[in-house]
């Protein structure tokens, strides 16, 4: 089974500023989905940004980027110009695509703290 | 689109109490999960149904039943209620096509038992 691992609890960021969030994966599969998603206090999940494991380019969604190296089985999440409502926990996920039934595989989250 | 709705929102039981979380969406997805969260921890996949008549067991079922008679509700029930049941469940649901498979969740329903 695939594990995903989000090494850092908490990250803190001045607003305005940058922030990388880590995720990195175990699999033995070469084709894969992998997703970033928000959890502010409203505890609402919420689609971040999505990365396909056969595209190269990595996925960018407004302020919001990836970096995805597949050898590495490295998934960051960057956050620039970090605003307060960027303040949540985020959760990197993963997709098997030969699992038929579409499940998420989830890591522990990472806290994200903004200051003004 | 109200997308994914969970009722109630938050909930005390007693052990031992039963009771059923419900869950609704309105995008016709074929795909509906339930997850829970416990602190500070990821969400853990507890049942999942790929249509109506048509679920499976997940990472976490014990203590916990499911039926799909239609499309769009995904009831979760709890059996005699225990304090390791504490925690937030959430509801997604999804297609599982290629371009397509962004689950998507709803509110969450906090339940703690005591």
């Known amino acids: 089974a695939q594990t995903v691992t989000q090494s850092q609890p908490e990250m803190s960021v001045q607003e305005a500023e940058t922030v990388t969030l880590s995720c990195t994966y175990d699999?033995?599969?070469?084709?894969?989905?992998l997703f970033w998603y928000k959890q502010p206090p409203s505890r609402q999940m919420i689609l971040v940004i999505r990365q396909e494991a056969y595209k190269q380019q990595n996925a960018t969604e407004n302020r919001f980027s990836v970096n995805f190296q597949k050898a590495a089985k490295s998934f960051s999440l960057k956050i620039s110009d970090s605003q307060l409502g960027d303040a949540a926990m985020y959760f990197c996920a993963y997709r098997s695509p030969t699992d038929s039934w579409g499940k998420l595989q989830f890591g522990a989250g990472t806290q994200v703290v903004v200051t003004p | 689109n109200a997308g994914v709705t969970q009722t109630p929102k938050f909930r005390i039981l007693k052990i031992g109490q039963s009771m059923t979380l419900q869950c609704t969406q309105d995008?016709?997805?074929?795909?509906m999960y339930w997850y829970r969260q416990d602190p500070g921890m990821g969400l853990k996949l507890i049942y999942y149904?790929?249509?109506?008549?048509?679920?499976d067991k997940g990472e976490v079922p014990n203590g916990y039943n499911v039926s799909r008679s239609t499309t769009e509700d995904f009831p979760l029930r709890l059996e005699l209620a225990a304090p390791s049941q504490t925690s937030v469940y959430f509801c997604a649901s999804s297609y599982v096509a290629p371009g397509r498979e962004t689950q998507y969740f709803g509110p969450g329903t906090r339940l703690l038992v005591l």
């Open positions: 995008m016709n997805h074929n795909y």
């Open positions: 699999t033995s599969e070469s084709d894969y989905y």
């Open positions: 149904s790929v249509g109506a008549g048509i679920t």
